[in-house]
Nanobody, 125 residues
Framework: QVQLVESGGGPVQTGGSLRLSCVAS??????MGWFRQTPGTDREFVAA????????YYSDSVTGRFTISEDNAKNTVYLQMDNLKPEDTAVYYC????????????????????WGQGTQVTVSS
């Protein structure tokens, strides 16, 4: 069982920046992803990092503004969010990919086995 703990969320004004952190109890498997969710909607893919080859993936809505990275020594994955917009307001979740990620791909939440509790990001205009 991998435990994930997110932190770094909070209120920020439009155009500002935040860095989310996700500490894992162990580094396992295939990679990590960030998703976000607003009330009444399904979780939306934001970014992912595939350990093999250090390949990164981003949704179109955050490309060029968000950066996913990791610190192996700390078992931590980061999501640097710059030029934030009100539409980025959501609860952000990190997730650890399992073996099924090979079939689903990193953009599909079905490929992730473990999830954090989420951290709220609120961007005001």
């Amino acid at each position: 069982q991998v435990q994930l703990v997110e932190s770094g969320g909070g209120p920020v004004q439009t155009g500002g920046s935040l860095r989310l952190s996700c500490v894992a109890s162990e580094r396992r498997g295939y990679g990590m992803g960030w998703f976000r969710q607003t009330p009444g909607t399904d979780r939306e893919f934001v970014a992912a990092l595939r350990y093999s080859g250090s390949i990164t993936y981003y949704s179109d809505s955050v490309t060029g503004r968000f950066t996913i990275s990791e610190d192996n020594a700390k078992n931590t994955v980061y999501l640097q969010m710059d030029n934030l917009k009100p539409e980025d307001t959501a609860v952000y979740y990190c997730a650890a990919a399992g073996p099924s990620i090979k079939q689903t791909g990193f953009r599909d939440q079905a490929g992730y086995n473990y999830w954090g509790q989420g951290t709220q990001v609120t961007v005001s205009s």
